[in-house]
Nanobody
Framework: VQLQASGGGLVQAGGSLRLSCAAS????????MGWFRQAPGKEREFVTA????????YYADSVKGRFTISRDNTKNTVYMQMNSLKPEDTAVYYC??????????????????WGQGTLVTVSS
């Protein structure tokens, strides 16, 4: 599956952004989907994930209550609404698809396909 992330940009602290990740090439609903981020000089870290049908979601503690993941399997797209953004949210955000992952979905090794990343910059 090919993944194309979009929606990044520059926003002030306290603002909001919505990232999208459009999938093509394979049956989107077969994949659990996740968002990860990587700040300069840091390792890629888990942000959030959603199960194949969208019934179950997972969040890193750092974004819980501020970010919301959702998916529309009819549009082959996963979304991440980011509210109350903080400067420490600044990173390149990547979407990823997991064919076999079930619970947790926080490990990068569970994911088979990755998008190209979209940059989110939060100014203070």
């Amino acid at each position: 599956v090919q993944l194309q992330a979009s929606g990044g940009g520059l926003v002030q602290a306290g603002g909001s952004l919505r990232l999208s990740c459009a999938a093509s090439g394979r049956t989107f609903s077969n994949y659990a989907m996740g968002w990860f981020r990587q700040a300069p000089g840091k390792e890629r870290e888990f942000v959030t994930a959603i199960s194949r049908a969208g019934a179950t979601t997972y969040y890193a503690d750092s974004v819980k209550g501020r970010f919301t993941i959702s998916r529309d399997n009819t549009k082959n797209t996963v979304y991440m609404q980011m509210n109350s953004l903080k400067p420490e949210d600044t990173a390149v955000y990547y979407c990823a698809g997991s064919l076999y992952g079930t619970t947790g979905l926080s490990r990068t090794s569970l994911y088979d396909y990755w998008g190209q990343g979209t940059l989110v910059t939060v100014s203070s």
